[in-house]
Nanobody, 114 residues
Framework: VQLLESGGGSVQAGGSVRLSCAFS????????MCWYRQAPGKKREVVAT???????DYTDFVEGRFTVSRDNARNMVYLQMNDLKYEDAAVYYC?????????WGGGTQVTVSE
């Protein structure tokens, strides 16, 4: 199983970015997926999750602003981020559990300027 994030970049506060995660190795439909982020000097924290059935959940600080989705036919997972705030700047990772272990992508940087 491999994960590859893309779509990060620099955006002004209040702007939007859509991150993508390409999933390969086994059919995406078999796995729940997560988005995490890690800002400099801070611990990695979960941002959003989506189950195999498409049920999503969000941490409080992104609820109402971020939307996670999945396209099993394309083996893709997305994170739409709207109304970005300075504190959203971080490296964003997609992740999943496979054979009792966590699989992580290499991350994609999101920078937010005020």
């Amino acid at each position: 199983v491999q994960l590859l994030e893309s779509g990060g970049g620099s955006v002004q506060a209040g702007g939007s970015v859509r991150l993508s995660c390409a999933f390969s190795g086994i059919p995406l439909k078999l796995n729940g997926m997560c988005w995490y982020r890690q800002a400099p000097g801070k611990k990695r924290e979960v941002v959003a999750t989506i189950t195999t059935g498409g049920t999503s959940d969000y941490t409080d600080f992104v609820e109402g602003r971020f939307t996670v989705s999945r396209d099993n036919a394309r083996n893709m997972v997305y994170l739409q981020m709207n109304d970005l705030k300075y504190e959203d700047a971080a490296v964003y990772y997609c992740a999943t559990v496979y054979e009792s272990g966590w699989i992580w992508g290499g991350g994609t940087q999101v920078t937010v300027s005020e």
